[in-house]
């Protein structure tokens, strides 16, 4: 019994090292371009002032898609996991004739007056990846694992008119995040990797910021030698309440198609 324990135990390590450096190599680097459409509701109060809930397509005005880009860097060490730096920047503009009144945070804004939008994002996020992989074990490289690390965001949204009000909001908050992953070779050169991470927010751990979010990818990736390019679908949803001076509830999703481009060695 002793020695099928040291044995199994000796398995899982080889493993963990197999996973650290499978597919995506110890070093390796991706860029993305992911073509988000944005929907939901917004609402900010300020000063006592109530806010309007507003439906950010059809009262801000942001309804066409645009582009977010975001860089990756990923170190794997034997027995320690994955260590993946991501960051993403995107931004979304608009404007909307106003068919009643409105008000954003302590302003009100007329109806029949032309507002302009701006909604500026930008995530810093670190993780911790640790699992097991099985190439060649079972007829195909699949790995499987647990995710853990902290986002860290930077979200603005203005909203001006041709009268000269202004107001703009900041949420600035790191947020934990738990998840998992999966990955799976469909062939030598072609394989598919799902991964998901989020939480649910309480005030304590975020500076303000409390609710639910989560940030969930699939992709389909043909790897080439080093360098390696796919296709895949990205929902980022957030359900949160953010206090800090204002308070801004929000029940947002950003979702769409991603390219990537990327290397490993």
Known sequence: MKYLAAAFGLLCVALWSAEAAAQDGMLSAKARRWQAEISGDIRVDDNGVGGSDLNVTSTLGLDEKEDFDEFQATMGLPLLGKFNFQYLKGDYTGSKVLSSDITYAGTTYNANTEIHTNLDIKSYTLLWQLGVSTPGVIGANVGAGGIAGVKYFQIEAAVDDDFGNHEDVNIRAP???????????????????????????????????????????????AKFSTFYAGIGYRLFHFEVKYENGEDVNANVDLKGIFFEVGMSF
Not at 178 to 184: E, F, L, R, T
Not at 190 to 199: N, S, W, Y
Not at 202 to 214: I, K, M, R, T, V
């Open 175 to 221: 947020v934990p995040v738990v998840g998992a992953y999966a990955k799976v070779g469909l062939a030598a050169f072609l394989f598919v990797e799902a991964q998901v991470h989020g939480l649910k927010i309480p005030g304590s751990l975020a500076q303000g910021l409390s609710g639910n979010f989560y940030d969930a990818t699939i992709a389909l990736d």
